[in-house]
């Protein structure tokens, strides 16, 4: 070992000489420029950085594919092998590997304007017939993903409307997934990981947006994991890492539990109030699993050092549970990567998993149990079927009836359509009771991330996200139901029963329960670059924190009281258009605000009226 030492260190220090006459003896122009019976020799070729030597013509003689192939192993220097991510991070294949190739490479994802009832119906039974995947469905539109060889097929079963109505969203699905890894994921275990990370750079100046590395790329669950470990050994005043519960295939599921309690001796007689931040319910939907983890370091690491984080840590604990689908995770990781629901055994051998948020007890609609198990919004053959969704209930159930625990909010993190959803999912015609409150909350919600990064979210019901018309949209009634009024409902893509949300609000009585699809609105669907992770997940923290603050009885936004500065303790009283950032208190245009206040009050006062 000593020997070996030794070596590599003499080899280290002969390095520069090494390179010198490499350069000199393998150059192709030694003979023109160099002599050894001259005692003092000038070499013409330049000292180049050796990744930028070049590579043309001139020099593909044995002698400089000698040079370069020293050079490349005396300074440990990569070959360079592949291109350039559409993020700007270097990846070390030029493109998918034979496996997402021979998986996505004939895939496509199709987006289909839906005009009328009959188109939305004949899309429907044509996806039950040919058990295709819904990506996602708004009022508006239908992403499908699917097989080239598929499309005529499905073409087929649609009617003539439909039959140029589509339009591709991703030229490229296999290269698109392949991107939304980390550069290093395909890399070939056989490769020295300092040989496979290392590229040279001019410019060594960190990134000026964000220094911790952890959220410039997805990360896998055998790295969320020992984070989130290392987040409470560094944070133990106010962090806990808890389990929900196990998963199917024997894995945790992890969560942290945030807050301050009461350190006086004597037992606290009133519940505490715990506010649930969860994600990951379905596998393929990373941009959620990042943005729980981004809200809670955000919360984690704001305490102490913004005055109203701390408050907020001090009257709620917040849970947050970065995948409720932990088997599904890490599947997406090292097999699909479009894997959806979670990876239970069916009654269908060859058909596994059950959709975790079609699972839930209260409204289950028992016919989705009539589906095949290969469809991807299965909910199994009775409620709570799914092991996760179970555990999960389970979990929240002991809290609520043992630990003096009251779940004041839940919060549901998918993707993607850019939409804040409020109960019922099940049902367009039975509003909920606290429908005025939701819809205040939720339009407080979508405002607080427009002020973000000015991105646009929908607010409406989780069923009428869905299946309802929209009042900007003239749509075309079906030849058999003409006479009806605007208000019909149409055929949904999957079903809306079961689902988490509904569950906290009707069954635990939550009475503010919401589902946040981030980002995008389908330029990538579910495959989301990394790029996108920290201003998804601000976006994320902004919203998160108003619903805190609504919940204390303050706007959060908007602050009608005047609040020191946590910097200097100076008053500063905030008015309309006035925000806090963590520390500093930043101007938001009037007419931002005003413009997205007018725009979901027309909204809200749209939906009144077809109500009544």
Known sequence: MLY?????????????????????????????????????????????????????????????????????????????????KADGKASTLAGPPPTLLARYGGDLVLRF????????????????????????????????????????????LLPLSLQHAHTPLMHDLAQTIFESYPSLTF???STPPQEASRSFTSDLRPSTDETNIFFRDYQPLSVIVPWMRLLRSLFPTHVRMINIGVSY??????????????????QQTSPRKTIIVAGGSHAREWISTSSVNYVAYSFITAYGKSKSMTKLLENYDWVFIPTLNPDGYVYTWEN?????????????????????????GFEWDSESSKNSPCSESFSGESPFEAVESRRFANWVRNETENNNVEIAGFLDFHSYSQQVLYPYSYSCTSSPPSLENLEELAIGLAKAIRV????RYGVTSACEGSVMTTPNKKRTQSNN????TAKTLWPR????????????????????????????TGSYGFLLPSKNILPTGKEAFKAVEYFGEYLMGNKGIEKSETEPSVDDGAEVTSTKGVIIEEEDWVVVEQELEDDLENEVVSNWELRRRRRK
């Open 481 to 484: 139901d003409k006479s009806k």
């Open 452 to 455: 973000t990064n000015g991105e």
């Open 187 to 189: 890399v070939d275990s």
């Open 493 to 520: 893509m999957e079903t809306g029963g079961g689902s988490a949300l509904d569950w906290f609000y009707h069954e635990l009585r939550v009475s503010y329960a919401y589902q946040i699809k981030l980002r995008d």
């Open 113 to 156: 304007d839906i005009n009328s009832i009959d188109e939305a119906d004949a899309l429907a039974q044509a996806i039950n017939v040919l058990f295709l995947d819904v990506w996602e469905f708004t009022s508006d539109w239908v992403d499908i993903r699917l097989s080239k060889d598929v499309v005529p097929s499905l073409l087929g």
């Open 4 to 84: 070996s030492s030794i070596i590599n260190l003499n080899l280290f220090a002969l390095r520069p000489a090494l390179l010198f006459w490499t350069l000199i003896v393998l150059s192709p122009h030694r003979a023109a420029s160099f002599s050894l019976h001259n005692p003092h020799p000038t070499p013409q070729l330049p000292l180049q950085v050796p990744q930028q030597l070049s590579h043309n013509a001139n020099a593909e003689s044995w002698l400089s594919r000698a040079r370069d192939s020293l050079i490349h192993t005396i300074w440990r220097i990569p070959t360079h092998t592949g291109s350039t």
């Open 249 to 266: 295939e024997g894995r945790d599921i992890p969560a942290l539990r945030v807050g301050v309690h009461p350190t006086n001796s004597e």
């Open 336 to 360: 699909d990567r479009l894997w959806r629901k979670n990876r239970q055994q069916t009654a269908l051998r060859f058909c596994k998993g059950l959709d975790l948020d079609r699972a839930y």
